[in-house]
């Protein structure tokens, strides 16, 4: 069974920062990559950020200089760094994780979200 935390998630004025964690457990589930998504009230799930195994990002336009992903494989966690933050950032960010056992491959699993709110 394989579980997916995200953690970090609160009110934030504009300009200021947070820092989302997503934490994965589930024995014999091999993570590859890693991605955050969010969701603003009213709008479509959207892609914020992705990281591969091996290190290699990608941003969505909107977050690009402002934003840092990043991983720990060691710990099974993933990190958003959020800077500068905007009103327009409000949302629910989701993980997601894609990954393998030895009996399956493409394996896709989300977690619940953590709310964000940038508000003065």
């Known amino acids: 069974q394989v579980q997916v935390v995200e953690s970090g998630g609160g009110l934030v004025q504009p300009g200021g920062s947070l820092r989302l964690s997503c934490a994965v457990s589930?024995?014999?589930?091999?993570?590859?990559?890693m991605g955050w998504y969010r969701q603003a009230p009213g709008k479509e799930r959207e892609a914020v950020a992705g990281?591969?195994?091996?290190?290699?990002?990608a941003y969505a336009d909107s977050v690009k200089g402002r934003f840092t992903i990043s991983r720990d494989n060691t710990k099974n966690t993933m990190y958003l760094q959020m800077n500068t933050l905007k009103a327009e950032d409000t949302a629910v960010y989701y993980c997601?994780?894609?990954?393998?056992?030895?009996?399956?491959?493409?394996?896709?699993?989300w977690g619940k979200g953590t709310l964000v709110t940038v508000s003065s």
């Open positions: 997601k994780v894609e990954g393998s056992t030895m009996f399956e491959y493409g394996l896709e699993y």
């Open positions: 589930g024995s014999a589930f091999s993570i590859d990559g």
């Open positions: 990281i591969a195994r091996g290190g290699s990002t």
